[in-house]
C-alpha cells in the first residue's frame, strides 16, 4: 500500500512540475547532420596495434563498454577488432538521421623521450588503424589523435592531414598532457597552419581507471586559442570543479574572448548531467558555437534514457523514444525533442569541412 502510495506522490508532482522542454522540438535540418564524437575500442586483436590496460580491462566498466558496442571480447578475438568497427558503419548506415560519425584514435601517455608509454596508458587507438578503417566505410570519418609530447609530434600532424584527418582528438586528464604548456606552441602553430580544430576534453574524467583533472580545467585552453587553433571543448566542461569554480562556469566566460572556441553537446543527456542540456540551449553565451555529437558508446548505456527527463518529455514521447532500436536514431530523437535547434545539428558537418555522401531530405 505504501508503495503505490508512493507512486501516486510521484506522479502528482510530476504533473504538477511539468514544463515541457525548454524551446519547442523543430524539424530536423536538410544539411547533413555529422556525429563528430565517437569512439572505437579495440585490444589488438586482427593486428589492430590497439590496447588496453589491464586495470581497464579487469574493472566492472569493461564489459559495459564492450556490451554497448555491441560486441564481446570472444568475438574480437575470433574477428579481430576490425569487426567493431564494421558493426559501428552498419549503425551509423541503419540511422536515419545522421549522415556520418567521426570515429575518433586515441594516443597514449608519452615518457621524457618523446616516445608512447604504454605502461602509463589506459587506452590506445593508433591513427594508422582509425585512418584504414574510416577509408573502408562512406559513413565514417577519421578523427586522428597526436599526444603532442611525442618527439615526432609535427611530423605526425602532416601525416594525419594528408590522411583525411578532421580533427584532433585529446583527453588530456589520462593522456597527460597539460593545454597551457607553452612547450606545445609549435605543434598548435601547426595545427592552425593545417586547418586542423582540437577537441579536447574539457572537465572531469571518470570513464577511465586513473585521471589527472587538473588537466581537465577549462581554461588551459586559452593557450591554443590564443594562437588561433580552433577548439571545440567536450561536453562543455559540465564535470568537475577547478581552483574552487565550477568547470562550466569557467568555461563559459571563455566564449566572450574567444570567437574559436565551440563546445559540443556530447554526454549532455547522460544522468550525472542532467539540467545541462536545458541550461546550454538558452544560454546565450553559447549561441552559435554548439556542436552535435553522441559520445557514443555511452548514449548506448543505461546512462542515457528518455526516462531521465520526465520533466521535459511526456510519457508517451518517453515510451516511444526507448524504443528506438539504433543508438544514433535515438540520441538524435531524444535531443530533438528535448528543443535542440536545428543548426546544433548541422554545425558539425560545417565546422569539419565534411560533405556527407548522401545528403537527406527534409525530416
Known amino acids: 500500500m505504501s508503495l503505490l502510495i508512493m507512486i501516486a506522490l510521484a506522479l502528482l508532482v510530476r504533473l504538477a512540475l511539468f514544463k515541457g522542454p525548454v524551446q519547442a522540438a523543430v524539424l530536423l535540418p536538410q544539411s547533413p547532420i555529422i556525429d563528430m564524437h565517437v569512439h572505437v575500442a579495440g585490444l589488438g586483436y586482427g593486428d589492430s596495434g590497439c590496447f588496453t590496460a589491464k586495470a581497464l580491462e579487469d574493472s566492472y566498466k569493461f564489459d559495459y563498454y564492450l556490451g554497448a558496442f555491441g560486441v564481446t571480447e570472444t568475438l574480437l578475438e575470433q574477428q579481430g577488432d576490425q569487426i567493431l568497427i564494421k558493426r559501428l558503419a552498419e549503425t551509423v548506415e541503419a540511422a536515419a538521421h545522421i549522415d556520418g560519425v567521426v570515429i575518433l584514435a586515441i594516443d597514449g601517455v608519452v615518457n621524457q623521450q618523446g616516445e608512447l608509454d604504454r605502461d602509463k596508458t589506459q587506452v590506445y587507438i593508433p591513427n594508422d588503424y582509425i585512418a584504414q578503417q574510416a577509408d573502408l566505410y562512406p559513413s565514417l570519418y577519421f578523427g586522428a589523435s597526436i599526444n603532442p609530447y611525442r618527439h615526432d609530434a609535427l611530423a ?34 601547426k595545427m592552425r597552419a593545417l586547418g586542423l580544430p582540437l577537441l579536447s576534453h574539457a572537465g572531469q574524467e571518470r570513464s577511465f581507471t586513473d585521471a589527472i583533472d587538473e588537466y581537465g580545467d577549462p581554461k588551459r585552453l586559452i593557450l591554443p586559442l590564443s594562437l588561433g587553433v580552433t577548439v571545440i571543448a567536450g561536453h562543455i566542461a559540465t564535470t ?27 554526454s549532455l543527456t547522460q544522468i550525472n548531467k542532467l539540467g545541462y542540456i536545458n541550461k546550454a540551449i538558452v544560454e546565450p553565451r553559447l549561441k552559435g558555437r554548439l556542436v552535435y555529437g553522441s559520445d557514443f558508446p555511452l548514449v548506448n548505456m543505461a546512462l542515457v534514457s528518455p526516462y531521465y527527463f520526465p520533466l521535459n518529455l511526456t510519457f508517451n514521447q518517453m515510451f516511444e523514444l526507448s524504443a528506438i532500436e539504433n543508438p544514433f536514431e535515438r540520441d538524435v530523437a531524444l535531443k530533438q525533442a528535448l528543443g535542440i535547434p536545428r543548426d546544433i545539428f548541422t554545425r558539425s558537418a560545417a565546422l569539419l569541412n565534411i560533405q556527407a555522401k548522401n545528403q537527406l531530405g527534409e525530416r
Open 156 to 189: 605526425r600532424l602532416e601525416k594525419v592531414k594528408q590522411q583525411g584527418a578532421k580533427l584532433i582528438k585529446w583527453i588530456p586528464n589520462i593522456q597527460h598532457i597539460d593545454p597551457s604548456d607553452p612547450r606545445l606552441t609549435d605543434f598548435y602553430l
Open 240 to 266: 568537475g570543479e577547478s581552483h574552487g569554480e565550477d568547470n562550466y562556469q569557467r568555461i563559459l566566460t571563455l566564449f566572450e574572448q574567444y570567437p574559436n572556441l565551440y563546445t559540443d553537446i556530447s
